[in-house]
Structure formats: structure tokens, C-alpha cells
């Protein structure tokens, strides 16, 4: 009997601990500004599940929530403007997966919002170029994946910079994907296909 209750209990934990490891490849998912008090959810791969949406105020009260059901990488547009001014908070969940992003969203005059240009650019089967003009010359963040996973991380000053990156172990091009953010958190993703 004793054995029984051991072996249940040993399975009840390994299962337990099994539900609530973090997942190896988080699926990509993006928060961009598209226009004024307008914001575009990407997300990048095949969710597994419903995919739930939260936006919260800045008492951490959801004041929003969309779930969304797809069988392919899907883009949801949503318009900010009946908000306040102020900071919102937005949060991405899977049923399978749990939480999966977090996204601060700044409500306000243009002055504190996003002010950079970044662009890539394919050169050849193995080479991409990345440009970035830093309009008001503040500290912003790169970083290069490869099929989700970070492989390239780099602080970028001044008011532009530029950089050839050549990927040699990559077996597309097609894998690799850009971010650069900036002080506000606001974050792009460029993609190099």
C-alpha cells in the first residue's frame, strides 16, 4: 500500500512539475505602433489553442480582453483611441503555453513615443544588412534570432547605425529574425524575408 501511495505521489509531482516548465521555444509575439493610438499584435507561429489578449490599467485591472482562436500566424489590430493618456499594460496567453508576453504601451504626446527608423536588408543567401536611425539619439537594444532563439544581442547609440551580419550556420535566411527596441520598450521586429 505504502508503495502505491509513493509511486502516485511521485507521479502527481513529476506531472506537476512537467505542467509548469517553461517552454523551450516560445512562440515570437510582437506588440507594434501602426498609427496613432493604433497597435498591431503579431503573432508568428501556429498557436496551439486559444490565445488570449489582456490589456490592463495601470491599477493592473483588465479593462480589456480578446481571445482569439486561428490555425495559422495571425496580425489583430486594435485601436487605443476611447483610452486615457497613460500607461496600459499588455499581456499575451496560450492555453497551452501560459503567459507568453508582456507589453507596456505608452498612451501620450508623439515627443515620448517611438522615434527610430530600422530597416534590414537581404544582401545575399547568407548576408543581411541592419540600419537604424536613432532619431533622438537615446540608448536602444538589437538583437538577432534564429528560430526563436537569441543568437546576437548588442546596444546600439548614437543617431545611426549600420551593420553587416553574415550567417554561415544558418540554413535560411528565412529563420532569422530582427528586433530593436527602444528606451520606451516600443520593439520592432523586422523580418529578413
Given at each position: 500500500m505504502r508503495l502505491i501511495i509513493a509511486t502516485l505521489l511521485a507521479f502527481i509531482i513529476s506531472s506537476?512539475?512537467?505542467?509548469?516548465?517553461?517552454?523551450?521555444?516560445?512562440?515570437?509575439?510582437?506588440?507594434?505602433?501602426i498609427g496613432e493610438k493604433r497597435f498591431q499584435l503579431k503573432y508568428l507561429e501556429i498557436p496551439e489553442g486559444k490565445v488570449t489578449v489582456a490589456f490592463k490599467d495601470e491599477?493592473?485591472?483588465?479593462?480589456?480582453?480578446?481571445v482569439i482562436e486561428s490555425d495559422k500566424v495571425f496580425f489583430k489590430n486594435y485601436d487605443l483611441k476611447r483610452l486615457d493618456l497613460g500607461t496600459y499594460q499588455v499581456q499575451v496567453f496560450s492555453d497551452e503555453s501560459g503567459k507568453l508576453s508582456d507589453f507596456d504601451v505608452f498612451l501620450g504626446p508623439?515627443?515620448?513615443e517611438k522615434s527610430y527608423f530600422a530597416k534590414v536588408t537581404k544582401l545575399d543567401d547568407q548576408s543581411l544588412a541592419v540600419v537604424v536611425k536613432n532619431l533622438d539619439e537615446t540608448k536602444m537594444n538589437l538583437e538577432i534570432f534564429d528560430k526563436g532563439n537569441l543568437v546576437?544581442?548588442?546596444?546600439?547609440?548614437?543617431?545611426?547605425?549600420?551593420?553587416?551580419?553574415?550567417?554561415?550556420?544558418v540554413a535560411s535566411l528565412n529563420d532569422i529574425t530582427i528586433k530593436v527596441s527602444d528606451r520606451n520598450g516600443f520593439g520592432n521586429y523586422l523580418s529578413a524575408r
Open positions: 506537476t512539475v512537467f505542467a509548469t516548465a517553461p517552454m523551450e521555444n516560445p512562440p515570437i509575439v510582437t506588440l507594434e505602433k491599477t493592473n485591472r483588465i479593462i480589456y480582453r480578446d508623439e515627443s515620448v546576437y544581442e548588442a546596444p546600439i547609440t548614437g543617431e545611426a547605425f549600420g551593420k553587416k551580419f553574415s550567417f554561415k550556420n
